[in-house]
């Protein structure tokens, strides 16, 4: 059978034994006498843009990954917080403008501004910096197109927490090699997201047609992890270790020519199944 190309995935695949012991590491809201010395700048961003609707919920971002924050809304009945697994979220009350802002423990600080539904008198903040290109509005559903294989059942929001520290966790290895975070892409966590709920033990052609059917037509790179969960409370841990200890699989992580991530974890009959996608719009296309 000819072999095809997915840009540059990878397609090797990291079944890694689980770890026992292990810790979970520290999230956003969570504190440390013992956290290491920052040397990025301290940032925070949102996790479905700064545009939202009326009824949205996004995760707050914080980069560098561990950093303790407080978090506070300079507009509570616009935008209101929440901590929901030790991560800050942004609950949209009603429509208008807010600035969301952190302090670490050092006492830096870092803001966002967001407008929410589409309020007619409020100023619309620039765009946030990011290399991807423009999605559909957050209030849509997913643009899917029905002629490539997807899974109509599947919840695109599921494991959020564990993603969304995923993402954080390959952003540190990537620091840690000099190179650039990167943002999340709404059509990488769908997609992979989506083909999480599969169970696939290698890398597929309904990995590709995904990706294509939740809008994303560009290339990059996937990395495919499965292992035993019983007990597991360090999903997203355990799967980056997977890929660092994989020669392969770390080079699809620190890949310089990406600049957007998704990731998707599904976990059923003892078992967990991880995805990550790097990609970039510069890249060759996937057929």
């Not at 956290?35 to 971002?61: E, F, H, I, N």
């Not at 300079?74 to 209101?80: G, L």
């Not at 029905?146 to 109509?152: A, D, G, L, V």
């Not at 499965?226 to 997977?242: K, L, P, Q, T, Y």
């Amino acid at each position: 059978m000819r072999k095809k190309d997915i840009g540059m995935m990878l397609t090797g695949i990291a079944l890694g034994a689980v770890l026992c012991g292990t810790a979970v590491p520290a999230r956003a809201a969570e504190t440390s006498s013992s956290a290491p010395v920052q040397v990025a700048a301290l940032r925070v961003s949102s996790y479905k843009g700064d545009t939202l609707s009326v009824g949205d919920r996004s995760m707050v971002v914080i980069s560098p990954y561990g950093t303790s924050v407080t978090a506070v809304s300079s507009n509570p009945e616009v935008i209101a917080l929440e901590q929901v697994s030790g991560f800050y979220v942004m609950v949209v009350k009603s429509a208008g403008t807010a600035v969301v802002s952190i302090t670490d423990d050092a006492g830096n600080t870092a803001s966002m501004t967001l407008t929410a539904g589409g309020a007619e008198s409020s100023p619309t903040p620039p765009p946030a910096e990011s290399s991807c290109p423009a999605q559909a509005p957050e209030s849509s559903d997913p643009v899917v197109n029905s002629e490539w294989s997807h899974n109509p059942d599947a919840d695109l929001t599921a494991n959020m927490d564990v993603r969304q520290e995923m993402v954080q966790l390959i952003n540190r290895v990537r620091q840690e090699h000099g190179l650039a975070e990167l943002p999340i892409d709404d059509r990488l966590m769908n997609a992979m997201q989506d083909v999480s709920t599969q169970h696939f033990l290698k890398h597929t052609q309904y990995e590709r047609e995904a990706l294509v059917a939740y809008g994303w037509l560009y290339g990059g790179s996937d990395n495919l992890t499965s292992f035993g969960v019983d007990g597991e409370s360090d999903i997203a841990g355990h799967a980056v270790r997977n890929w660092v200890n994989s020669p392969g699989h770390l080079q699809a992580m620190l890949r310089e020519d990406v600049t957007c991530i998704g990731t998707g974890v599904t976990v059923d009959g003892g078992r967990t199944y991880c995805y990550m996608s790097v990609g970039s719009p510069d890249g060759h296309g996937l057929l």
